[in-house]
Each structure stands twice: as structure tokens, then as C-alpha cells.
């Protein structure tokens, strides 16, 4: 058999296996929710939000203060940045965590102590 021959049969089952795997795998996402997270920003900020969130002291009287909103710093757990070379990812028990994203249009950084039964939001800076 020729290559040509044998290389068009090659690319006829991969595109078949390719479309076969898309829809699968798009249906598989769709029913479950689940998500792939291989890069280290999306592993860290699926792990924040799959614990239970509790705020400082400063924090809290921002809350209290309605000059911010539990939904604008979730926003940070689902579409922030983190800064790994200004966070402590190292620390024991709780490691340390800057996250920089938006509030209300403005470029805020959020820090953040991840332990391993909570998350607890340390600071807002809003620039």
C-alpha cells in the first residue's frame, strides 16, 4: 500500500476520533459541570472557591460599610489573576495568596490565606 494511501487513512480516522472525542467530551461537561483546570491560576482559584469563605475585621466592617459586596469578591475567585511571585504559596498550615482583578471598574488586589478547611480574605487594596 501506498503512503499517500496509507496517510489518508490515517487522517480519515483521526478526524472521525477527533469529532467523536469533541462531542463526547462536550456532553460530558455540559451534564456534570465539570471543568478542566490544568494551569496553575484556574487549580489555585477552583480550590478558593470549593471552600467555605470568612472575612477579617477590615473586611468585615467594608461589608458592614455597603461600600462593598460579598458578589465582588467572589468575582475574584472565578475571573482573577494570580500573582505568584508576591504570594507565599509555600507557607504551613496557610498559604498566601494575591489575587488581582476588578471591583465596580476599578483595578483592585485581593490577598488571600488559603488553610486547609477555609479560605479567609485578608485584604482589598482598590486603586
Request: proline share 4%; hydrophobic share 50%; aromatic share 18%.
Given at each position: 500500500?501506498?503512503?499517500?494511501?496509507?496517510?489518508?487513512?490515517?487522517?480519515?480516522?483521526?478526524?472521525?476520533?477527533?469529532?467523536?472525542?469533541?462531542?463526547?467530551?462536550k456532553k460530558k461537561t455540559e451534564e456534570t459541570g465539570t471543568s478542566f483546570c490544568y494551569f496553575p491560576n484556574c487549580r489555585v482559584l477552583k480550590d478558593l472557591?470549593?471552600?467555605?469563605i470568612s472575612y477579617s475585621e477590615d473586611i468585615n466592617e467594608l461589608l458592614a460599610s455597603n461600600k462593598l459586596d460579598t458578589l465582588d469578591i467572589n468575582s475574584f475567585f472565578t475571573d482573577g489573576d494570580i500573582d505568584f511571585g508576591n504570594s507565599d504559596t509555600k507557607a504551613v498550615?496557610?498559604?498566601?495568596?494575591?489575587?488581582?482583578?476588578?471591583i465596580k471598574e476599578k483595578e483592585a488586589i485581593l490577598k488571600v490565606k488559603n488553610c486547609p478547611?477555609?479560605?479567609?480574605?485578608?485584604?482589598?487594596?482598590?486603586?
Open positions: 500500500m501506498a503512503f499517500i494511501k496509507r496517510l489518508g487513512f490515517f487522517l480519515v480516522g483521526l478526524s472521525i476520533g477527533i469529532v467523536f472525542l469533541t462531542f463526547f467530551f472557591r470549593s471552600k467555605p498550615p496557610c498559604r498566601t495568596y494575591v489575587i488581582e482583578g476588578t478547611s477555609k479560605v479567609v480574605v485578608e485584604q482589598i487594596i482598590l486603586y
